[in-house]
């Protein structure tokens, strides 16, 4: 079979590799410049750095499978992570458990109720499904309390989704505490491990290329495609626009669209509307200024900014994950926000944003100093973050599309866990088979 499949994020190159490996050929057509999506790099000091801040968790293990099966076992690292709440006016420490018990803005009581709430959800094996008809903020006023959600997870949950905040479910915080605690041995004083494969998140993309080609599949890059050509109700292949204008119609058995939702239906004007009405936008956009600095900003790898007013919502010092030495001695910091399109700061121009941020880190380190930056980036993804709504499951848009032999399979259907490329990876393998015949078509919770 001949599939042709629309991106080279992670479920694209799964999807694709997995087809190799069952006896298909694969061509994946990728717009950007390089593969890997929303994980994918651009070069530092020598060195390569996600556009976005990138990690796994021990629960990642269908990322961890294919890293091992690429030949890849070596690479990946399992580093303590260190992590911050920024919290009136103070970094508080927020790594072990025992940091709980030390978190002043909560009283005593709440700080064990806390604990107890976590335990709780982390003890919940799999997502009941009455955690999906309920909002995190209604879940977490019953069990949790007012202090709770307001220093806690309010802070987080607006950060996240904005506006949108207010509509998303339990069963998505669900998955957040639940993934993430996995990922952190027992004990009161246990820290949390989490994964990075040395080199960047680029050596699982560039192994699953060349796993591609080797078995007699095409990976295009930069190419984008215009169109899904579509007759008599049938997907027939791509229309694909290279670098310099050349343009190519390919013909494919199977189409397999993994484009945000938000992309899909103008590659498929012929989608009919049943369809369409799920693919309505529902994502938050992420956006990133990077630092390179001369000096480390803070000690914490990862910080929380529960202080609304500061103007982003995660300070992540990479170099205080991994040496800063793979990146000329430089020391790496992501700024990072997630906003919907139609805020203010998601179309500013990045200096102007910068101009915004800076007395914000001066709050957060007063020692801070512009001249520490020897240079900045920014990067934007619009689709980084579906808003998962009450009943998401009920909305769902089927991996099967209405059109014959034409496939979606993208972040939206990543459900109860939050998006990933651990998830996107199983997805991308999963819609192989199931392409193929040699898995039903179903979700896998069904
Ligand atoms: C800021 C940020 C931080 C994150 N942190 C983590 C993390 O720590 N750990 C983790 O596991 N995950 C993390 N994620 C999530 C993870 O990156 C994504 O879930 C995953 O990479 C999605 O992969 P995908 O292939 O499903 O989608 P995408 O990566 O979005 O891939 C879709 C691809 O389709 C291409 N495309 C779109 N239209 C066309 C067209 N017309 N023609 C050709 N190509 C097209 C796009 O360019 C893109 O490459 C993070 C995401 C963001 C934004």
Not at 71 to 91: D, N, R
Not at 174 to 191: P, V
Not at 259 to 279: A, G
Not at 407 to 427: F, M
């Amino acid at each position: 079979m001949k599939i042709g499949i629309i991106g080279g994020g992670a479920l694209g190159l799964a999807a694709a590799y997995q087809l190799g490996k069952d006896g298909h050929q694969a061509a994946v057509f990728e717009r950007a410049a390089v593969l890997g999506g929303q994980a994918s790099t651009f070069d530092v000091g020598g060195g390569r750095l996600e556009r976005g801040y990138h990690h796994l968790f021990k629960s990642d293990t269908h990322m961890v499978d294919l890293i091992h099966e690429l030949g890849l076992g070596p690479k990946l690292a399992w580093i303590e992570s260190k992590v911050g709440f920024f919290y009136g006016g103070k970094i508080h420490q927020f790594t072990t458990p025992l940091d709980l018990l030390r978190f002043t803005p909560l009283s005593p009581y709440n700080r064990v109720k806390l604990g107890l709430m976590t335990l709780r959800l982390q003890r919940t094996k799999y997502w009941p499904r009455e955690l999906e008809r309920v909002t995190a903020e209604e879940w977490i006023r019953t069990h949790a309390g007012k202090q709770i959600f307001d220093v806690i997870w309010n802070p987080m949950l607006r950060g996240k989704f904005g506006e949108s905040a207010s509509q998303v479910s339990m069963a998505w915080l669900w998955g957040k505490i639940y993934l993430r605690t996995t990922s952190r041995d027992k004990g009161l004083r246990s820290r949390e491990r989490l994964g990075y494969p040395l080199g960047s998140f680029a050596e699982i993309f560039e192994a699953l290329e060349r796993e591609i080609r080797a078995m007699g599949g095409e990976v295009h890059y930069p190419s984008t495609v215009h169109r899904v050509t579509v007759r008599d109700g049938r997907a027939t292949g791509l229309d694909v626009q290279y670098p310099g204008g050349g343009r190519e119609s390919r013909d494919f058995d199977v189409v397999l669209s993994t484009t945000p939702s938000s992309i899909f239906p103008r590659l498929v004007p012929e989608l009919p509307e049943s369809y369409t009405r799920l693919l309505a936008p529902q994502y938050q956009a992420a956006v990133l200024i990077i630092m390179e600095l001369d000096r480390p900003f803070s000690w914490a790898y990862w910080m929380n900014i529960a202080d609304r007013s500061i103007p982003f919502v995660g300070l992540i010092e990479h170099t205080n994950f991994v040496d800063k030495e793979r990146y000329g001695g430089k020391h790496l910091v992501y700024l990072s926000n997630y906003l919907s399109r139609a805020s203010e700061m998601y179309s500013m121009p990045p200096d102007e944003l910068w101009r915004r941020y800076v007395p914000a880190l001066k709050k957060i380190n007063p020692a801070f100093d512009e001249s520490w930056v020897t240079n900045r980036h920014y990067h934007r993804e619009d689709a980084a973050q579906p808003i998962i709504g009450v009943d998401y499951s009920q909305r769902i848009p089927p991996l099967q599309t209405p059109l014959k032999d034409l496939w979606l399979a993208n972040t939206t259907q990543i459900y109860p866990e939050d998006r990933g490329t651990n998830y996107s990876v199983r997805l991308g393998r999963l819609v192989a088979k199931m392409i193929t015949g040699q898995a039903p078509v179903c979700m896998w919770w069904e």
